[in-house]
């Protein structure tokens, strides 16, 4: 496993570094009760996604896979890590439309009250 890391450049050894500590760091971030529903379900997602390429980059490293049947299996991964960079920013404009939407009612049914005094 060590050769094969060895073997590996810097930069893909940074990048899987990262790629397990988004999924740590997504784990946590799901399963904090703090959060909206939407957005544990957008970091499990993630995290999920990441985890399975985690488990890849170590099935590679271990010498399991071969560079041709990495290749075919991260080729299906790489659409699925692409969701949660679409999903944020939908995310944040679904809550910012609702979210003005909520205190647009709220204000008018503060005036309608005032009115009616």
Known sequence: MLDNLHQLSWAIRIFYLM??????????????????????IQFGYTAVTTAIFTVYVALRLSGV??????????????????FPFLMVPC???????????????????????????
């Not at 790629?19 to 544990?40: E, Q, S």
């Not at 896979?65 to 692409?82: C, E, Q």
């Not at 003005?100 to 204000?107: E, F, G, H, R, W």
């Open 19 to 40: 790629v397990l500590a988004a999924c740590i760091a997504n784990i946590l971030m799901a399963t904090r009760k703090k959060f909206k529903p939407h957005w544990r």
């Open 65 to 82: 896979l071969d560079r041709m049947d990495y290749a075919r299996a991260i080729v299906w991964l790489y659409p699925l890590l692409a």
């Open 91 to 117: 995310l944040f404009h679904w809550e910012d439309k609702f979210y003005k939407k909520a205190l647009k009612a709220a204000i008018d049914k503060e005036l309608i009250e005032r009115d009616d005094r």
